[in-house]
Each structure stands twice: as structure tokens, then as C-alpha cells.
């Protein structure tokens, strides 16, 4: 359904950017690929069309009626910075940043760094997996092991902030990643989320976030 859903996403009306994405194994964040998770992501012109759209577009439906489980997020883009297959894909919308948020980050590896980088991605993966306040988090990406994305959501802004600032793998990988000029291209964008349907491992990660604001 990978290969095959790109001619019916074409003609999905009101459908902007998109993206048909694979998953790492473990929470995503290795080389290794999971075949039985993958992302899709797209954007809209607002909430109520990416909302009517998921519910009735026969390409949609395939997917929630084929997986034994599926979870999308609706979100409003606060902050990008960056492209993605050459474009700027999210339109920023610098409403309030209360509650929780998304962190997305793209980027294409260049190829002579692509050991350099997966040997950093463990350390990475583990202290993220260890952090109370991510709510949720997986790595995706287009091309195993050159085109690669990280998508984790947080309880606000500030604590968000606080891991990308201290020191430690994270810290130490960007440092390695603007020194050696890893990326061929890059993006980042930070999210408001919206709206949540469905559920991750039986549960919706974010239920605990909304009964403590």
C-alpha cells in the first residue's frame, strides 16, 4: 500500500504537501525498518477540512480498515525553518503555544555521513526513551537511512526547550551534525496539536497531557 496509495493521495481533494513514510524498529529511531508501522503526512487548508478529509477519503479508510490499529494527530504549525524536497511545506500560524506541542525534524543525510550519524542516533534514542515529560515519539523516514525524520510531542514549549538546551547526546549531535555539515537539507517546525483520533498501544499518549492542563 506504500507504493500503491501515491496515485490516490494525487487525487485526494484539498490535499497539500505529503509525505508516505516508513518506521524504524524499537520506537523507530534505528536503521533497522519495521514493516508493520508507517506515517502519513499531509496538510490542509484548516482543521475542519484535514478532519473531513481522514474520515471520508476512500485512501484513508483502506489504511484504518487494513492496520490493526492507527493514530493521527491534527496540528497548526507554530514555527518552521528549512525545506523539504525543496519546498517550504508548513505554512507557520503563531497562535498560543499553551499545551502540548510537536517537534518535527528532516533531514536528508549526506551519504559520507550517514556512519557518522547512525552511530550518534542510539545515545540519542535512549535519553529521549528516558525523558517522564515526551509524550510520545517515533523516528520515520522516506529513504531508510538517508532521509530521515523525528516527530516527538512534549507538555509545553518550555520543557521542550530545556532538553533540546542541556548538554548530552542530543546536544552534542547537533553540534557534530553543523561542524560537519552532515545535511544536504534540513527542517524544522514546531506544532500545536489540535485534535487526536484513535489510539498508540491501546491508549491515546496524549490523554494524560489534556487532564493535566
Known amino acids: 500500500m506504500m507504493g500503491l496509495a501515491r496515485p490516490s493521495l494525487r487525487r485526494v481533494p484539498d490535499i497539500g504537501f505529503w509525505k508516505l513514510c516508513g518506521s524504524g524498529t524499537g520506537e523507530g529511531f534505528t536503521p533497522i525498518p519495521n514493516t508493520g508501522v508507517y506515517a502519513i503526512l499531509a496538510t490542509w487548508p484548516n482543521l475542519k477540512v484535514a478532519q473531513e478529509r481522514v474520515d471520508s477519503e476512500w485512501i484513508f479508510?483502506?489504511?484504518?480498515?487494513?492496520?490493526?490499529?492507527?493514530?493521527?494527530?491534527?496540528?497548526?504549525?507554530?514555527?518552521?525553518?528549512?525545506?523539504?524536497?525543496?519546498?517550504?511545506?508548513?505554512?507557520?500560524?503563531?497562535?498560543?503555544?499553551?499545551?502540548p506541542i510537536a517537534a518535527l525534524t528532516r533531514a536528508t543525510i549526506s551519504p559520507l555521513a550517514a556512519?557518522?550519524?547512525?552511530?550518534?542516533?542510539?545515545?540519542?534514542?535512549?535519553?529521549?526513551?528516558?525523558?517522564?515529560?515526551?509524550?510520545?515519539?517515533?523516528?520515520?523516514?522516506?529513504?531508510?537511512?538517508?532521509?530521515?525524520?523525528?516527530?516527538?510531542?512534549?507538555?509545553d514549549t518550555h520543557?521542550?526547550?530545556?532538553f533540546a538546551r542541556k548538554d548530552g547526546p542530543h546536544a552534542r549531535a547537533i553540534k557534530a551534525v553543523r561542524d560537519g555539515n552532515w545535511f544536504r537539507e534540513e527542517l524544522y517546525a514546531r506544532f500545536r496539536i489540535l485534535d487526536s483520533r484513535g489510539t498508540w498501544h491501546g491508549r491515546d499518549p496524549l490523554e494524560h497531557l489534556r487532564h493535566a492542563a
Open 61 to 99: 479508510k483502506r489504511y484504518q480498515a487494513k492496520s490493526e490499529e492507527n493514530y493521527t494527530l491534527f496540528m497548526s504549525t507554530l514555527s518552521t525553518r528549512g525545506i523539504w524536497s525543496g519546498v517550504a511545506p508548513f505554512d507557520s500560524n503563531p497562535v498560543s503555544d499553551t499545551g
Open 159 to 162: 520543557v521542550m526547550a530545556n
Open 115 to 155: 556512519l557518522s550519524f547512525w552511530r550518534r542516533v542510539p545515545d540519542i534514542s535512549t535519553v529521549i526513551g528516558q525523558d517522564p515529560n515526551v509524550a510520545f515519539k517515533i523516528g520515520i523516514g522516506e529513504i531508510p537511512l538517508l532521509h530521515q525524520i523525528t516527530f516527538s510531542v512534549w507538555p
